[in-house]
T-cell receptor, first 113, second 112 residues
Framework: NAGVTQTPKFQVLKTGQSMTLQCAQD?????MYWYRQDPGMGLRLIYY???????DKGEVPNGYNVSRLNKREFSLRLESAAPSQTSVYFC????????????FGEGSRLTVL | DQQVKQNSPSLSVQEGRISILNCDYT??????FLWYKKYPAEGPTFLIS?????DKNEDGRFTVFLNKSAKHLSLHIVPSQPGDSAVYFC???????????FGAGTRLFVKA
């Protein structure tokens, strides 16, 4: 079972470059999320998609955009990367909305120089 | 403004003893609480949850206690095993929204 798959796993960018993190889940889940993990800050929600066709801002959306391409895929785009966006990014999904356990991908480590 | 707080960055426990991880929250609209476990270079995995209508939920060696009046929950691991060494995240969510908010995490070391 693949579960939640994130690509790429590692990426190094220069300030100002753009990139897209891809996420796909094969569990037929309705809701998908993007979190970032920083030391001492835990996991902070960037954007989420409660269902196909909808997206909403989380706690730290500035500098990011998302696309819910279809039920399976939810991508996160950095249009102009900044060093403050150096982090580990996790995609997650659930089929039970607010009361559901989240299933996470393995993470994407992004470094912005 | 941290809505979910884990004030202990780390905890060290001897194998076989009890591990107690604590979590406080500020938003009274939260009504579902979860604990996740994370090993290095892996994504978090769900461990145990509790609804606000309960004050205790048990699953094997893991028990979560909820004190709504104090806005406090704790995770007890008994007995602790070296394989339990990981970062534990407390999380909370509520009706009317689809956001799950996480605490900063507590790193647990279980010494053999």
């Amino acid at each position: 079972n693949a579960g939640v798959t994130q690509t790429p796993k590692f990426q190094v960018l220069k300030t100002g470059q753009s990139m897209t993190l891809q996420c796909a889940q094969d569990m037929n889940h309705n809701s998908m999320y993007w979190y970032r993990q920083d030391p001492g800050m835990g996991l902070r929600l960037i954007y989420y998609s409660a269902s196909e066709g909808t997206t909403d801002k989380g706690e730290v959306p500035n500098g990011y955009n998302v696309s819910r391409l279809n039920k399976r895929e939810f991508s996160l785009r950095l249009e102009s990367a900044a060093p403050s966006q150096t982090s580990v990014y996790f995609c997650a999904s659930t089929d039970r909305g607010w009361a559901g356990e989240l299933f996470f991908g393995e993470g994407s480590r992004l470094t912005v120089l | 403004d941290q809505q979910v707080k884990q004030n202990s960055p780390s905890l060290s426990v001897q194998e076989g003893r009890i591990s107690i991880l604590n979590c406080d929250y500020t938003n009274s609209m939260f009504d579902y609480f979860l604990w996740y476990k994370k090993y290095p270079a892996e994504g978090p995995t769900f461990l145990i949850s509790i609804s606000s209508i309960k004050d205790k939920n048990e699953d094997g060696r893991f028990t979560v206690f909820l004190n709504k009046s104090a806005k406090h929950l704790s995770l007890h691991i008994v007995p602790s095993q070296p394989g339990d060494s990981a970062v534990y995240f407390c999380a909370a969510s509520g009706t009317g929204g689809f956001k799950t908010i996480f605490g900063a995490g507590t790193r647990l070391f279980v010494k053999a």
